[in-house]
């Protein structure tokens, strides 16, 4: 079966960090491009950080400097560590993977990710 799987979202005061992991199944992630959007109440979908087909990474304005996406293909998984939370953080994070030289697109199911104090 063919999903992303991730976790690590929670509960965290500003400031404070948080480390998210993505499980991929029925793909090898060295054929994809991963990387993270989140989706915070009433507001579109948007990129947070991922890897390009060259595995360069790209990060948005508002996250870099503060996330750090990484990958471990031996574990076909991929991470997204999260220092200095904001409450504008606030969010569903989505694991994505985008086959690299093809058109197959996988989403995870999301974790949430809640910056309060």
């Known amino acids: 079966q063919v999903h992303l799987v991730e976790s690590g979202g929670g509960l965290v005061q500003p400031g404070g960090s948080l480390r998210l992991s993505c499980v991929a199944s029925g793909i090898s992630t060295t054929g994809y491009a991963m990387g993270w959007y989140r989706q915070a109440l009433g507001k579109q979908r948007e990129l947070v950080a991922r890897f390009t087909n060259i595995d360069s990474t790209y990060y948005s304005d508002s996250v870099k400097g503060r996330f750090t996406i990484s990958r471990d293909n031996a574990k076909n998984s991929v991470y997204l560590q999260m220092n200095s939370l904001k409450p504008e953080d606030t969010a569903v994070y989505y694991c994505?993977?985008?086959?690299?030289?093809?058109?197959?697109?996988?989403w995870g199911q999301g974790t949430q990710v809640t910056v309060s104090s």
């Open positions: 994505n993977a985008v086959q690299k030289y093809g058109y197959h697109e996988l």
